[in-house]
């Protein structure tokens, strides 16, 4: 009864079967590792993880922790299974009310009792086994006599008359009992040479869940710190939109207001004109010619007003209109304040990166923006510089990046193969050494309309990527010695990250081949 609580104890609720592998939730139930991993996954649509015996919920998807004690208590219950479990086999005297056998006699072919084998032992010297059904497997299929002796030779169990005709007669043999002690020796032996070699699994076993356990938390941080980056900007968003509506009713009320107050001295204008309309109209249709000219000076009167009125209705203003210049800056101005908080929480500089014309080849023509260069068939006229390249066609930044986290894009016109990278100052300027591939102080990635690869101190190592996207992003970490690049489409995806110890300043590195062009991006 005990083995039967202790095993209820030890199934896993989801397979109902003993525990593979057991790992437990911060709930704290257990299941098999491929149970739960099944379960989640199950789960992972929805965005809703729960545990399925108490339902518990986790908003992100719940980080497993191996139970090692409860895998012990588990292979430790395996081993002893065959002692803590009943047989089933009965003694075969014992009929009235069976009684659990506790030995078996191969030459009788019986199982008995305690009290049976007592009497058993007494009268004979039979060979005695755990109870068992299985007779067979232990008497020779020649013979039909007990199994008593071991043939290292041909790896076999005999009986006695094996050993004294037949084809094993004259082979050295062993007892069973003595041929068994070897052999668990040997075992003994192997499994000492095994445990090492489980514990060497075990602790890198550990180190990968350990580093498991890492990533997953490092990425519901990134997760959260996402979600808190998404809410402060839609809420900056929406600061945006009222500065911006409130700018528009502003500008209305500026311009609407004198508008309205002119309409409604307009409309008062109109009404006093019409009254006088009206009664001029009567005037007009008087018939005695005494009262009509007593009247006449109302005439007057209302052609006066009818001039005031009319001046003040031409005396609208030309520039009255939304002033869409400012509106325009005013959402501006916000957006650039975002896109700065969110560069700011992603710990990200964008360098405002310049072409250094005096490190330009004469065959590279730098845009007057300073930011594009291109391969041209036509030498440019530009005065001796130390620092010009003389024999590839390169070009180097104006600025250096010698500490902190930056991000900048490039986009190349597919054209041509180009060289994207970064350099030390101190690379070569003429000859084999000073190519962007052919040197230890520049990191590079090349792309033309067969290849794309990335490149330093004269290896090229090919990637496997969509040469369509134009546009790449540079990410460096100076201090991390971390150089990666990203193929900006959708989706974003990595290319290559190069690491180093940098031991000098960086400087953007363009090369550009015949009627390639390459552009930094503001």
């Excluded at 990134?222 to 700018?247: G, Y």
């Excluded at 929480?345 to 007057?368: F, M, Q």
């Excluded at 620092?387 to 930056?406: E, K, N, T």
Aim: charged share 30%; net charge negative.
């Amino acid at each position: 009864m005990a083995s039967a609580d202790l095993r209820a104890e030890l199934d896993c609720s989801i397979c109902l079967s003993l525990y593979t592998d057991p790992v437990s939730l911060r709930c704290g139930h257990n299941f098999c590792r491929s149970c739960i991993v099944s379960a989640l996954d199950a789960q992972e649509a929805a965005r809703v993880y729960s545990c399925p015996d108490c339902r518990a919920e986790y908003p992100e998807r719940p980080a497993l922790e191996k139970n090692r004690k409860l895998g012990n208590i588990v292979e430790r219950f395996l081993s002893a299974q065959p002692d803590m479990e009943e047989t089933g086999i009965f003694c075969t005297y014992c009929t009235k009310s069976p009684v659990p056998a506790v030995r078996t006699c191969l030459h009788c072919e019986i199982s008995l009792c305690d009290d049976h084998l007592m009497a058993h032992n007494k009268t004979m010297d039979h060979i005695l086994t755990e109870p068992t059904r299985s007779f067979g497997s232990k008497k020779c299929s020649l013979h039909k006599k007990v199994l008593e002796y071991y043939c290292p030779q041909d790896t076999v169990c005999l009986c006695a008359s094996c050993c004294l005709v037949g084809e094993h007669r004259g082979h050295q043999v062993e007892l069973l009992d003595e041929a068994s002690e070897k052999k668990k020796k040997k075992l003994r032996k192997y499994l000492e040479e095994l445990n090492p070699q489980k514990a060497k699994i075990q602790t890198k076993l550990q180190i990968l869940q350990d580093r498991q356990r890492n990533i997953q938390e490092k990425a519901s941080d990134k997760r959260k710190n996402v979600k808190k980056l998404f809410i402060d900007i839609k809420e900056q968003l929406e600061m945006a939109e009222k500065k911006a509506l409130s700018e528009i009713s502003r500008q209305e009320e500026k311009i609407v207001s004198p508008i309205s107050d002119l309409i409604k001295k307009l409309e008062i204008e109109e009404d006093e004109l019409s009254r006088k309309m009206r009664h001029v109209e009567e005037m007009c249709h008087v018939t005695d010619p005494i009262r009509l000219l007593q009247e006449s000076d109302i005439t007057v009167c209302g052609h006066g007003d009818d001039e005031d009125t009319g001046g003040d209705g031409g005396n609208t203003r030309s520039e009255d209109d939304l002033d869409e210049v400012l509106i325009s800056l005013t959402l501006h101005r916000s957006m650039k304040d975002i896109v700065t908080n969110v560069t700011s929480e992603l710990g990200l500089h964008v360098p405002d990166i310049l072409l250094d014309e005096d490190t330009a080849h004469r065959h590279v023509k730098i845009s007057e923006d300073l930011k594009t260069a291109t391969r041209t068939e036509e030498e440019q006229n530009r005065p001796k510089s130390p620092g010009r390249f003389l024999y590839w066609d390169q070009v180097l930044s104006r600025c250096d990046l010698s500490s902190g986290r930056h991000y900048w894009e490039v986009e190349w016109d597919q054209k041509g193969g180009c060289g994207i990278g970064l350099s030390y100052p101190s690379i070569e300027r003429e000859g084999l050494q000073s190519d962007i591939i052919y040197n230890d102080k520049s990191w590079c990635l090349v792309m033309t309309d067969a290849v794309c690869a990335v490149c330093h101190r004269s290896v090229r190592s090919p990637l496997s990527v969509d040469r369509t996207c134009p546009r790449l992003g540079v990410f460096l970490d100076y201090e991390a010695g971390c150089l990666s690049f990203y193929r900006l489409c959708d989706p974003i995806r990595h290319l290559h990250t190069f690491t180093a110890s940098f031991s000098q300043p960086l400087h953007v590195l363009f090369y550009v081949e015949s009627g390639a062009s390459v552009r930094i991006i503001s």
